[in-house]
């Protein structure tokens, strides 16, 4: 059967930059350390008075679509996964598409459009609409452009400020494609929680702790569903793991936990045990909590074992690299894990065509997703293209009272009036408002 997934990637941060140590940390009388090294992020992103939802999806898009050499007639469905969305009913794809038709001669009218919601997982659930579109054969020889953007911010002094961000992710999907193909075994993990949830208001009301432990749970139910349908998790076979990454220290969690899982009755726990003994099996205990404390003490051991820390240090951490330099992009985070993966590849040569990544997307609310992705021949080619790094380093460094009427500027019941920091080039930007309320925008050369 014909390979499906995705054919080529573009990023997009918003252009200011909230340095967590520098600025955050003393304005909110904390230490620098609790952000770099306990949530393992450095700074976030955040938009500019000009940017938002849709022209960080219709700019990445349209990078991506000149870079592939793509119209308007080559797109076959357009779907924006978001949790910032503005409108309860017009999808931000009409939007994305009415942008990009005015840079086009041809326009969308033949492309379904929509917009998907389960929190952060969403986008990873749009790549799976559109290669079951593919595969169900309705493609007409089109591509699928799915778009996961989000402002991900919180309440002022919120536990949860410090993980914020904002950017896009656009991916083309598409039959024979040149970065991974998806693999038809996939896992899931779902249950109805309330852990992270936004009912009819911007900001998130978040038990933050709680949202740890269910992402724990749904991620471990997701794995062993995907083990089921036979999916082999051994981790020595994956170049890379992305993980959705609300912030780093969360993958760290989920990464430990997860390698023990894998390594149960394999040769690497055979490996281990001559130091740190076998598993602990709750066969072995009359006692529930005995066995969760020998649990416990053997995680922490395996965490220290140079088995553990090199796998660590060779697939999950390169994937990290962008996350800790702008925030939780929520639906984008897992996708911006898989092209810093990629990118750290790219820069020390390593030759990964052919090799696996497991991927672990989530969503509070809450799902996991895993399956697993085959790099193409071609990834180093499309991976070389992005410039997410020189989008990174060009961000404007705000003072404390610059972020303070940005937030303002991005807060949907606070009313300000500030000027630019950035000046926008060759770009879609924020236009006001139209007579229906609608949001409008307009390319500016
Ligand atoms: N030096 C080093 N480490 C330090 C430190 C210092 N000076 N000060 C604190 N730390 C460590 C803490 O020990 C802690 O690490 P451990 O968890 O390993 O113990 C870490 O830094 C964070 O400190 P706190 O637990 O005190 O931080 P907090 O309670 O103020 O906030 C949070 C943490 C609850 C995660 C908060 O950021 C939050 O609510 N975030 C939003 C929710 C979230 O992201 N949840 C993740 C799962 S849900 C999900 O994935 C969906 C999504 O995208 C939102």
């Not at 306990?38 to 500019?48: N, V």
């Not at 940017?51 to 990078?63: F, G």
């Not at 009218?109 to 790549?127: D, M, P, V, Y």
């Not at 961000?165 to 309330?194: C, H, K, R, W």
């Amino acid at each position: 059967m014909t390979e499906v997934g995705i054919d080529g990637i573009e990023v997009r941060t918003g252009k200011l930059k909230l340095d967590l140590a520098e600025t955050f940390a003393p304005a909110q009388d904390e230490d620098p350390g609790k952000f770099t090294k306990g949530l393992g992020l450095y700074a976030s992103s955040l938009p500019d008075v000009y940017e938002d939802i849709v022209t960080m999806a219709a700019n990445a898009s349209h990078t991506l679509m000149e870079r592939k050499g793509l119209t308007p007639e080559d797109i076959g469905r357009i779907d924006v996964a978001t949790e910032s969305a503005f409108d309860h009913s017009k999808p931000v794809s009409t939007y994305v598409a009415g942008c990009l038709e005015q840079v086009y001669d041809e326009d969308f009218h033949h492309a379904n459009k929509g917009e998907r919601k389960f929190a952060c997982i969403s986008g990873t659930q749009a790549l799976d609409d559109a290669f079951n579109w593919i595969r169900a054969g309705r493609a007409r020889d089109r591509a699928a452009l799915v778009i996961a953007t989000d402002t991900a911010l919180y309440a002022r002094d919120d536990p949860g400020e410090s993980t914020q961000g904002a950017g896009a992710v656009a991916m083309l999907i598409d039959e024979n494609p040149d970065v991974v193909s998806f693999s038809v075994e996939q896992g899931y993990g779902s249950a109805d929680e309330t852990d992270f949830l936004k009912p009819n208001q911007q900001f998130p009301s978040v038990d933050g702790k709680r949202s740890m432990q269910v992402y724990l749970a749904r991620m471990r139910e997701a794995l062993e569903d995907f083990e089921a349908m036979g999916g082999n998790t051994h981790p020595e076979n994956f170049a890379f793991i992305p993980f959705h990454t609300p912030f780093p220290g969360m993958v760290e969690k989920a990464a430990v936990l997860g390698y023990r899982h894998c390594i149960r009755g394999t040769d690497i726990e055979e490996e281990v045990a001559e130091k740190i003994g076998r598993q602990p099996r709750p066969e072995a205990f009359d006692d529930e909590e005995e066995y969760l404390e020998a649990v416990k003490d053997y995680t922490e051991s395996l965490s220290e074992t140079t088995s553990y820390q090199e796998w660590y240090q060779r697939t999950v951490e390169p994937t990290l690299d962008i996350s800790r330099e702008v925030g939780n992009w929520y639906t984008g985070s897992v996708h911006i894990a898989r092209v810093a993966g990629l990118k750290r590849a790219l820069d020390e040569g390593w030759e990964i065509a052919g090799d696996q990544m497991l991927v672990g997307s989530y969503g509070s609310g809450a799902q996991a997703e895993i399956h697993a992705e085959t790099l193409q021949s071609n990834w180093a080619e499309e991976i070389e293209q992005l410039t997410i790094t020189e989008q990174i380093e060009n961000r404007y460094d705000l003072s404390f009272d610059e972020y303070e009427e940005i937030h303002d500027v991005h807060n949907h019941d606070a009313e300000t009036d500030i000027e630019p920091r950035t000046t926008p080039d060759a770009e879609f930007v924020f236009d006001g408002w139209g007579r229906m309320g609608e949001r409008k925008y307009t390319y500016v050369e």
